[in-house]
């Protein structure tokens, strides 16, 4: 006897930290202490593990249990940490050989099966960064590690075949026991979601050439419109349009929905970028992440690489919305609670819908409209300024008219503008990439007036609006990286002055009235 | 007698020979008083040892060892002072010590002892 050691991860946000397990045997009476800032969870292990260890034929010792997680000082959360005690305590008892430097990561059954946990993905991924590539995990959970480069991932169903495996005494071991989880989907390998095609959208092409603007230079974009125009429908495909997840890209946004999800475990990287739309009765820490002791990514961080949609944007609170420019900033958020800081990535492209006024019906000539002057003013104020400012296509969106209605089926499918908008992106890499940039929506107005500066010519129309005070210098720098991704979409090596006025046209002002 | 009081007073005997073969002298044994019972009082050295002797039959319900808890340690605290106070042995150390016997009928029965469990 002595002392056993084990490792495992804990996780504070996506930022995952080795942990050393110890344990050790005391000669006094039968105890179980987790020592380590354990949380609720965390401190449940020991009834699992000690009825995990009798049902699987390795019976804990009788006598006093210590298990120390070290870092001491690193609070840790959650049932991940129950096989790497479990193994540290076997150790110590000298039931199974010695470990080495093997991660364990899952939950024990009282049967003694090995469960899946939540946040399996950045947990592997921290561990190899941190040198520590062996790596044992539940079997649910053995394809979503394998994801990880460089790790060698072994899955089992039972503690009694892993203690086999480290050298444990057959003789009592309940091998045989092998349990069938109910609710394990099927590899859904040849799965593909079912995403909204662009052509179920019937006319509307000023609108649909905002969407293909939006996802080729990554915009931001706010839809005006009365109900039943569209504007769900229009932002439900955007995703769509957007090309593939690169390789790391793809990684943190399994990594942030392995976290957040609270059953299944992934089974393949998230390729395609994700669509959050979150209800308007959303609060602050629903949508940038909270929670109580350590937070959980909210749908801006579930958004990341893809689209966060904010249907009826101006029955939000405000404070909701303005929680959002951080993100739109930096494409982090850094959330404080009691147990500790966690940073979520969310870069994340935002899409706003709103009523032209509260009861929806101001748009065209307005004539049924039954708000005062006042009142529109009012509901559109709650998307501050500030917000505002960061939304590049500003788009009003119209009622379908008949004529377009009726000629369902020859709008072009989501398919055909992608293949554009992929086209677009390359051609905006190409240029952008020596700058560390990908998108035009990233490139800052400095570089906009100064590298990437246009023939005086081409922006006399902008020159001209603000001069007269009608354009701010904000919005100028914006009508130019529209202006970019045009050209981009036309295969232009630069704007011309047809690009500038089109884009002048996607930021007319939807909040004049 | 009862089959289960039978098989504690085998096992305070056993628990007793044991301790004896441990060098330690016996003084008293199932000593009451109003708060309870000590089932054996022994002497090592200049150590006085309140020793509590739990038997079982099998490992069923558990480890003898898991029967004693903080509420009876508490017991054993108070009733070893109280013994001390009968026979005027204020300035005597004390500890105390749990014997484990499991005797299945079948074979040797199996004893453990742990010193100076808290």
Redesign the interface.
Known sequence: MGVGRSYCVALVGLNGYIVEVEADIGQTLPNFVILGLPDAALNEAKERIRSAAQNSGIPLSRRKITANLIPASLPKRGSGFDLAITMAVLRAADDIREIGGTVFIAELGLDGRLRPVRGILPAVMAAVQAGYPDVVVADANAKEASLVPGAKVRGYKTLARLAYDFGADPKDLALDYSPVDADVPADDAGHVPLMPDLCDVSGQGEARRALEVAAAGGHHMLLTGPPGAGKTMLAERLPGLLPDLADTAAMEVTAIHSLAAVQSAAVRLIRRPPFESPHHSATAAAIIGGGSGLPRPGAASRAHRGVLFLDEAPEYERRVLDALRQPLESGELVIHRSAGTAAYPARFQLVLAANPCPCGKASGKGMDCTCTAMMRRRYFGRISGPLLDRVDIQLQVERVSLADFGHAGQEEDTGTVAARVLAARERQLERLMEMGLETNSQVPGRTLRGELRLAPGTTRILDTALERGTLTARGYDRVLRLAWTLADLGHRDAPDIDHIGQALGLRQAATAT | MRAKDLLGRNGEALAADFLENQGMRIVDRNWRCPDGEIDIVAIEGDILVVAEVKTRKSLDYG?P??A?GAAK?ARLHRLSLSWCREHDLAALRTRID?VSVIDSGVGEPQLEH?????
Request: overall charge neutral.
């Open positions: 480890h060892f898991e004693v340690l749990v742990l010193r100076g469990v808290g």
